[in-house]
DNA sequence: GTCTATACATAGACTAACAAGGTATAGGTG
DNA sequence: CACCTATACCTTGTTAGTCTATGTATAGAC
């Protein structure tokens, strides 16, 4: 797939996977590639800055923890702002993704 | 808009405008600011550069042409190729999106 | 005469995804 | 024991594409 198709939804991905609870790096990858049936294969180079943007623009909290046997996660929480964020990144991209359809011409469903 | 949104879907956009009939540049942001109900303000530092691109690729050809009175525009026609390469980057962008809603938990209309 | 719309074009700034490389631990296999 | 794979983090440098800003030029309105 082309990478640039990516820009500028990965925040908003890394976001909503961490939403409901909060998680690590490594496996926001793993459930980004099992929620998109392995279409997406976020790379560390990608996922590792975002996450650091993402936590110094205080939309994301990180913490150290050990897990059972000796390896180290860096767990991030989303915060109030971050929750705010993920709402309007998700409303524009509603809005884009109509946008391109109209172009497109792909019938819309739901509330016209 | 975030324009990093765009990213590698100027050009499906342009060859699609450009699919029915040649037209040029300026009526091409016009074409696509209308279809998206105002929301995508192609700017000319993007459009030109891609035309140009898209014609580099042989996606696209180009021939000048004086318009009734004293003014030039540049016309625009999708060749064979333009045409295979605008059905791949659409079947793209419907397995992306697709993949995007599913990440965000957006049901999905139609085949499952 | 000036302003706006039309119509093309380019240079430089900026941003973000990626490839490639690096560190380290755990567990399996020969 | 040596090696490989999976897990888990990180950074540097490359690349690519959108945008801002700027420049040129014509037509028509006021």
Redesign the pocket.
């Known amino acids: 797939m082309d990478?640039?198709l990516?820009?500028?939804?990965?925040?908003m991905l890394i976001l909503q996977v961490v939403l409901p609870e909060a998680t690590?790096?490594?496996?926001i990858t793993q459930e980004v590639l099992k929620r998109s049936q392995g279409y997406f294969q976020?790379?560390?180079?990608?996922l590792?800055?975002?996450?650091?943007?993402l936590e110094r623009e205080l939309f994301l909290e990180s913490y150290w923890e050990q897990?059972d046997?000796?390896?180290r996660?860096?767990y991030y929480k989303i915060t109030a702002s971050g929750k705010k964020t993920l709402e309007e990144k998700r409303a524009e991209w509603t809005e884009f993704s109509t946008g391109v359809n109209g172009i497109l011409g792909v019938p819309v469903h739901g509330m016209a």
């Open positions: 990478p640039k990516l820009s500028g939804t990965v925040d690590y790096g490594y496996h976020l790379k560390e180079g990608s590792y800055p975002a996450l650091h943007r897990a046997s000796g390896r996660r860096k």
